[in-house]
């Protein structure tokens, strides 16, 4: 399954990712630590700002008053980015945007097989979209993981909801993993293109038109959002969210959405406006990234269980596969 050329990660519209040889075809574009397409460039350099957590387990965010939020003590934390599975307007190519659809079967599958890929590797809190397709994906790829924690949603949206879904026992909260959904992780909307074919969206308004509103940076759909306002609350999001959960060792999983997603990779990736026209994430392929000394380095996507892909491992990723074998009988 898992020999599909996957457009996850393509900056031109050339490069398609190999998701079983966890490579870029075509312009012989390896993912390999400190580099990345186009032009072998160093992957970016994040920085947080306005560093705040309201999750389960507050996180200290070290900093030093300047952006530069890295840690003191040299952590490896992992990053996996997902998009959701086939969702019923994908299937019937409609713009979806944010309303709130499900997974179509197809899109159940992708989920479970993303979990598959992922099943080894460690996951210490989830963030989600507040979209089912998002949450879909996160659950049903949790299922498949080797260490059978419990994805718990949190629900802070009052102080009821809080207390009653309070846990009482440490030894069950150990063996839960908490699942923050955030709105600012919604897919870009997209205006008054919801609910409309893709297709005769372009036949009307011509592809070229189409493609602007799908692909540009700058320019929004008709009472939409831009892939820049989109990345405004995305990317301000995961900068004060789950940075600081990386920057204290966490591995985090962010299950989210194309738009949403790409905002968030053309800002860990450092692609320009240009650049990221051509960026198109498939849906259900785990991206990863590790994150250390305050840098995303992208690994790629892991090709399965047991292949990890010679990019997708870190040492320490492969100790954690490794403890889990010894956990698992
Ligand atoms: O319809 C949408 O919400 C998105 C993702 O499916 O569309 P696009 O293909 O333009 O990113």
Not at 119 to 142: E, F, G, H, K, W
Not at 277 to 293: N, Q
Request: hydrophobic residues 35%; glycine residues 6%.
């Amino acid at each position: 399954a898992a020999t599909a050329h996957h457009a996850i990660v393509s900056t031109r519209s050339t490069r398609l990712w190999n998701a079983k040889n966890s490579r870029f075809d075509k312009n012989v574009c390896l993912v390999s630590v400190g580099s990345c397409c186009p032009g072998n460039r160093k992957l970016g350099l994040l920085c947080a700002s306005g560093s705040q957590s309201s999750v389960t387990e507050p996180v200290q965010q070290p900093s030093n008053g300047k952006g530069d939020h890295s840690p003191k003590k040299s952590k490896e934390s992992s990053l996996i980015l997902i998009r959701h599975g086939e969702s019923m307007w994908n299937e019937k190519n409609l713009f979806t945007g944010c309303v709130d659809v499900p997974l179509t079967p197809k899109g159940v599958q992708e989920a479970i097989e993303a979990g598959s890929r992922i099943r080894n590797l460690p996951i210490d809190v989830i963030y989600t979209s507040s979209m089912v397709r998002a949450q879909m994906t996160a659950m049903l790829a949790m299922m498949q993981h080797r260490r059978k924690k419990v994805p718990i949603i949190m629900h802070n949206e009052s102080e009821q909801a809080h207390s009653w879904s309070k846990i009482y026992s440490e030894d069950t909260k150990k063996l839960s993993i908490p699942v923050i959904t955030a709105w600012q992780l919604n897919e870009r909307m997209y205006g008054e293109l919801q609910g409309l074919n893709k297709q005769e969206t372009a036949d009307q308004f011509g592809k070229e038109q189409v493609h602007e509103w799908r692909r540009s940076y700058g320019i929004p759909p008709p009472n939409g959002e831009s892939l820049e306002m989109c990345a405004e609350r995305a990317v301000s999001y995961f900068n004060d969210q789950v940075v600081p959960q990386l920057t204290s060792g966490k591995h985090v999983m962010v299950a989210a959405h194309a738009n949403s997603l790409r905002s968030i990779i053309m800002h860990l990736d450092r692609l320009t406006s240009q650049e990221v026209i051509s960026l198109e994430l498939s849906t259900g392929i785990p991206m990863l990234y590790i994150f250390k000394e305050g840098k995303f380095v992208r690994r790629g996507s892991p090709v399965g269980p047991s292949e990890a892909s010679v990019y997708a491992y870190t040492k320490n990723l492969a100790q954690y596969r490794q403890k889990l074998d010894s956990m698992v009988q």
